[in-house]
């Protein structure tokens, strides 16, 4: 008797299962469904990453807070350039993104590559002969403070005689204030 009551709960929650209503909607398309999680759980369970929005550990590291920030100023003709009020979003983004990017590379190289090579380890081989197009070469690098030098010419409005940009690693003390650490010239355009 109890196993017959068992039987008929786990049947009332099969009936309401998506799969199930798949299968009695259509066996292909159940198929499809059932081989497509399948081979995800198996490619998953085996270390392979073959779609980007499956991978349970995309979503579980945790969230670590930094103990200093890089913080960015822009001056411009002798001007800090105040991006943080004026400016729509976008245009804040684009003055700092870029800025962040240049400066790991200045460190160490390409954060892409670095990234791609950590993460595809063997298999980068693979992806070599596309990576010119891909990755930034020193050309791309040394050409980034005039690209900057144009953008925030059409961003501030402004004709730029000169620009500096400097790195500030900023931290906050026990009473929640900032602290500067120290500073360096990312880029002297003078």
């Known amino acids: 008797m109890n196993y017959l009551y068992k039987f008929n709960r786990i049947k009332k929650i099969i009936v309401k299962l998506f799969l199930y209503k798949v299968y009695k909607f259509n066996k292909k398309l159940f ?30 590291e945790k969230e670590v807070t930094p103990s200093d920030y890089e913080l960015f100023r822009i001056t411009v003709n002798d001007e800090v350039v105040d991006y943080s009020t004026g400016y729509f979003p976008s245009n804040r983004f684009f003055l700092q993104s870029p800025l962040s990017y240049y400066s790991l590379m200045k460190a160490g190289g390409d954060p892409t590559e670095i990234f791609l090579k950590e993460k595809l380890k063997k298999k980068f081989v693979m992806i070599q002969p596309y990576a010119s197009q891909v990755l930034n070469s020193t050309k791309e690098f040394n050409e980034f ?20 940009v400097e790195v500030l690693n900023a931290s906050f003390n026990t009473n929640n204030v900032i602290t500067i650490n120290n500073a360096y010239t990312l880029i002297d355009g003078r």
Do not use: H
């Open 31 to 60: 198929i499809f469904f059932a081989a497509f999680a399948g081979i995800t759980v198996i490619c998953n369970l085996a270390g392979d990453e073959i779609t980007p929005f499956y991978v349970w550990g995309m979503y579980s």
């Open 145 to 164: 403070p005039l690209w900057y030098k144009r953008y925030l010419q059409q961003t501030t409005g402004e004709t730029i005689q000169s620009f500096k």
